[in-house]
């Protein structure tokens, strides 16, 4: 199937900006996902990009697209406690937008 | 507009037993899709239901297996419970069409003793 790969662990302080970063393999991915899960709680949508986009921004978030390199990254400005969370990238292919392969989460630290 | 709803939010199952979970998709969604999450293998996709077919299905054994309603609500069933079946089962929802998110719920913690 699909691989796509995230780093499991990034802390920064509250206010930085925090970079996540995610890879994947799949040529055809047509969409590109971000989800936030907080403790015990499901998957929250935070944003999505279409494969022809390069960047999208939504007030503090910022998605980042190297479709050459199959590289994303979610940039979040002035990182809150609150968002302390583990953050999933996730992409469906062109061959079935239904069905969506998650990357292995990165655990957000964020310090006051 | 009420999110995605899963029943129960928590239960302890013996081995060999079986279990049911329930999900009930955000309003006028007509797709359905569960997945495992485990610390140590992530979040696994089970399958995906449409209009109460299956349409796809992922790498699970027969043991699991799902279906959903006349009104888009799917169950899951788990039988001959395992330990390693321990883990959040999460239901998502979405519209159809190119380019539409799921959706998901809270999940059913399942611990299998």
């Known amino acids: 199937g699909e691989d796509v790969e995230q780093s499991l662990f990034l802390s920064v302080r509250e206010g930085d900006s925090s970079v996540i970063n995610c890879t994947y393999t799949d040529s055809s991915s047509t969409y590109l996902y971000w989800y936030k899960q907080e403790p015990g709680a499901g998957l929250q949508l935070l944003t999505y990009?279409?494969?022809?986009?390069d960047m999208k921004q939504d007030q503090r978030l910022t998605v980042l697209l190297n479709k050459k390199d199959k590289h994303l990254s979610l940039r979040i400005a002035d990182t809150q406690t609150g968002d302390s969370a583990i953050y999933f990238c996730a992409e469906t292919p062109s061959y079935n937008f239904n069905k969506f392969y998650f990357g292995s989460g990165t655990k957000l630290n964020v310090k006051p | 507009k009420a999110g995605v709803t899963q029943t129960p939010r928590y239960l302890i199952k013996t081995r060999g037993q079986q279990v049911t979970l329930s999900c009930s998709p955000i309003?006028?969604?007509?797709?359905v899709s569960w997945y495992q999450q485990t610390p140590g293998q992530g979040l696994q996709f089970l399958f995906e239901y449409f209009s109460e077919t299956q349409r796809n299905k992922g790498n699970f054994p027969g043991r699991f297996s799902g279906r959903q309603f006349s009104n888009s609500r799917s169950e899951m069933n788990v039988s001959t419970l395992e330990l390693g079946d321990s883990a959040l089962y999460l239901c998502a929802s979405s519209l159809v069409g190119r380019g539409n998110t799921i959706y998901f719920g809270e999940g059913s913690w399942l611990t299998v003793v």
């Open positions: 990009i279409f494969s022809n986009m």
């Open positions: 309003s006028g969604h007509r797709s």
